[in-house]
Structures are given as C-alpha cells and as structure tokens.
C-alpha cells in the first residue's frame, strides 16, 4: 500500500526467549529492529520483570536514550495477566518509570476476570493508555472475558480504553474470519495497534512466514489496515535477525 508510513515491529520477548544468542540489551534490540525494516517495538514484560529492579526494565531504563540510532516510531508495553502482576500499585510505578525513559504510546493488556474494574477506572484517571486485548482460544474458553464482543465492547467503552486487535487470536475462534470481522466493526475506531502472527502444528504464535493459516491473516490484515490503519506489532515466534527482516517484508508487501 503507497502513501503514509507503516509502523510495524516485533514484540521484544523472543530477544530474550528464541533469539540466538539472546540479546538483552535494548540497544541491540533497537539496532536489530532497525536493521530488518522494523520502526516499532512492544516491550513484553512478565511476572517478575514488572520489577523495576529486574535486568531487562534495568536494561531498558538505563540505557542511552537517543543515541541507539532507533528511536521507536510507536512503542507499546505489554504487561502480564493482572493476577500475575502482583498489584496495581507495582504496575502503575512500573509504567512510570518506564515512560520517564521512553513515553509509552500503548499499554497492552488481556482482560481477565480477576482484574478489579477499579484497575480500569484508575489507569483512566491516570491518563494511562491502556488498551485491552481479545484473547486466544484457551483462554477464552475459560474464561469468556476478552471473547465476547458485546463483553470486550462493552468494558472498553465504558472506561475509555483502547483495543488491540489481535488477528490470530481471532482466527483460533473461527478460521472463516466472521467473528474477526464483527469484531473489527464493533471496535475499529478503538484499535491502537494489531497483533499478527499465525499458527502451524508447532507454534500456535508463529511467524506468518512459517503459518498453516499465512492466507487467512494476511488476506484478513491487509483488509483491516485499508480501512484503519494503526501500527502493526508482530508476535510470531522468531529467532534470528534474517527471520524477523522476512517477516517484515513480506507483511509490507501485502499491506
Ligand atoms: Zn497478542
């Protein structure tokens, strides 16, 4: 697609997990990102990382801001289910320590039915850009919150948060799209930005390179960003920089 800029970039967990060897500088990351055709980043954060002591928050926070030579043109926080987040207190003075460093554009997060609906109102008083995420099959089984689209609608609206459209997630519900699609009309003018990724008999957050279903969510994405565009953050699993610089690539050529 011609015309304005695409913001699209990984989530920065597999740095950590899948990457070889695994890279935890930020600045490293930033260098890599920018070197396979990549302007954005989620910043992903488990459990114990919500810690402001934790190496990779250290890593990122004391880092030299600006002199990476990747300044993020979008960048999300991802935070871990809020029972694993240990309290809200923990998580608003982790934001904000993080923002101090790098103001943060999104905060990613997937509803669960024991997050307190006083979390939500509180973040909102904070001016905190929260945004909450459809939710994978599993999970949304078990808990239908993060499924329903009257349900996520519904939460959303009422305390003036964002969404996050995850392709894949949806895709797991009903491979033909049709809850995808009811559920981009219901919330489209709340996406912040898209997950993408795809499955295959190994990985169920594959890179769209490697995906069983790679039609079915690019066809799905490349509809979806015609009629809004919003930064796209993808979460499929890979483990070097060759890899991630494909998947860049051929995510803008469908666009
Ligand atoms: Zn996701």
Redesign the pocket.
Known sequence: MKGKEIIIGPSNGYFYFTFSPPVKSWTEQGKLIYLAGGNCLEFALGREQLSVNHERMLALINSPAGSAGFQPRYFSVHLPLYNNCGSSDLIFSSLEKINKFKPIDCVTMHPSLDCPEEFFAAASEKAIPLAL?NIDKPSGLACSLGYQVEELSELIERFDLGF?F?I??AYEHDPSMNYARKLFFALQDRIRHY?L?GQNPADCHSLVQKANNREAVLKFIRWAYQQKRAPIIL?GTFSDAEELKREISLVKRKL
């Open positions: 995420e996050i995850d894949q997630h997950h990724s979460e």
